[in-house]
């Protein structure tokens, strides 16, 4: 790992009790990779507020019986089709779908195209994970 830099954290004994506990249950090896991904995170959180360019997949479960509904959600699909990267459908049960959307470009636009899913009639879960390009990560 290039430019490693080590610095020093003063913490409640209780706070990182609770830390040391938490690395163990998420099955960290050491503190060092634990803080670097509460970092990461952090800074993917920012990307999301400041507007940069980002990544991610939305989850749509929905009920292919309702009427009108698959040809609502594909002339979303249509007008938002420049952030979505990769879609794969699949048949959970007889009235079920699964689709999960890979999604990439202006956090706002990302935001929009998930609520816009989620608001359809019919749609029975839509979750959004926000991800990164990873550009600006280490
Ligand atoms: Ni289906």
Redesign the pocket.
């Known amino acids: 790992m290039a430019n490693l830099i080590r610095f020093g954290v003063s913490l409640e004994q209780k706070l990182l009790q609770g830390f040391d506990s938490l690395l163990k249950e998420k099955k960290y090896s050491n503190r060092s990779e634990a803080i670097r991904d509460l970092i990461r995170e952090s800074l993917v959180k920012q990307e999301w507020l400041v507007g940069k360019d980002v990544a991610g997949a939305i989850t749509l479960v929905y009920d292919?019986h309702k009427r009108d509904l698959v040809n609502k959600i594909l002339d979303i699909q249509h007008d938002f089709g420049n952030l979505i990267i990769s879609l794969q459908?699949i048949?959970i049960d007889h009235n079920n779908?699964l689709e999960l959307l890979a999604v990439k470009g202006a956090p706002q636009k990302v935001q929009n195209l998930s609520d816009t899913l989620r608001s359809v009639k019919g749609v029975r879960h839509c979750a959004l994970s926000m991800s990164t390009t990873g550009r600006d990560l280490v």
Do not use: Q
Request: hydrophobic share 0%; proline share 0%.
């Open positions: 292919h459908h048949h779908c």
